[in-house]
């Protein structure tokens, strides 16, 4: 496929299925929520703001927010106790010793590929600025980096193989390494971004149809939010929105909202 149209063309059914896909996989609602703020987010103001968004999450963690894990949970709280915003995230850093490489932020990327606003040139950025405002390790930010550009690729219609290939130019070395041998092997169940990332890309990659890469990964993982969420999401990439039952959905806690942004997605 040439550059021209490969940059022209943008599947709708397989950007919503990033969202219904990322909602299936996720068992415990923290990262469909935050992705949901997202989607919101873009919509409503036809643009990429990660301050705006930030303040949305905000909102929904003064209002009580489930499943947000330790990091994103404590940049709230030195915001919401007068903390700069721009800064909050590098003082957890400082504070947890550089202990945020966790997965969090690869959770909340890949909705970031669904908006055909945002640019392929512009992806990279957005997915990095996102990321740092709550989780500044350079592997949590270059996990999230890999997971926005894999489902873009996909979404533009490029076969699995082929979206990752090079998909982790220029990323850390440990990244590239994570998707070199997810071919062959899991990492494990945690949710160090090198180990989720290879894990969900090992069912994403090895796995004939949504429904096997995604009970597969449930199966190896269990409940926590860590490596089912990612493959939900680049599985639905994958396949379309068409190749999930809805039912998939039905532990979810507002299917309604997650349809109706999924629709926007599909009619952009």
């Known amino acids: 496929m040439s550059s021209a149209s490969q940059s022209a063309r943008f599947d709708t059914d397989r950007a919503s299925g990033v969202l219904i896909g990322l909602a ?59 903390a700069d915003p721009k800064q909050a995230a590098g003082e957890v850093h400082l504070q947890l010793g550089g202990m945020t490489a966790g997965c969090n932020g690869a959770h909340r990327a890949p909705v970031l590929a669904t908006f055909r606003g945002l ?28 997971v926005a550009r894999l489902c873009r690729r996909l979404i533009r219609g490029e076969p699995i193989d082929a979206a990752l290939s090079r998909v982790g130019d220029g990323l850390d070395a440990r990244i590239e390494q994570s998707i070199a041998e997810a071919r062959y092997e899991p990492a494990g169940t945690g949710g160090y971004s090198p180990e989720t990332l290879q894990s969900a890309l090992y069912f994403a990659l090895t796995r004939e149809t949504f429904m096997a890469a995604v009970e597969d990964a449930l199966d190896f993982a269990g409940p926590p939010n860590y490596c089912p969420v990612l493959v939900g999401a680049i ?34």
């Open 119 to 146: 640019a392929d040139d512009k992806l990279d950025d957005a997915a990095r600025r996102l990321t740092a405002c709550t989780h500044q390790h350079e592997l949590a930010v270059d996990t999230a980096v890999v």
């Open 24 to 82: 299936a996989g996720d068992r415990n609602l923290g990262p469909i929520e935050m992705a949901l703020l997202i989607c919101e987010s873009l919509f409503d103001n036809d643009a990429f703001d990660s301050m705006d968004i930030l303040q949305r999450w905000l909102a929904w963690w003064r209002d009580g927010a489930w499943d947000t894990g330790r990091v994103f949970d404590a940049v709230m709280q030195l915001i919401d106790e007068g």
């Open 235 to 268: 599985a639905g990439a994958r396949w379309g929105v068409e190749s999930i039952d809805h039912r998939y959905l039905d532990h979810c806690r507002d299917r309604a909202r997650i349809l109706s942004l999924a629709r926007s997605i599909e009619s952009q």
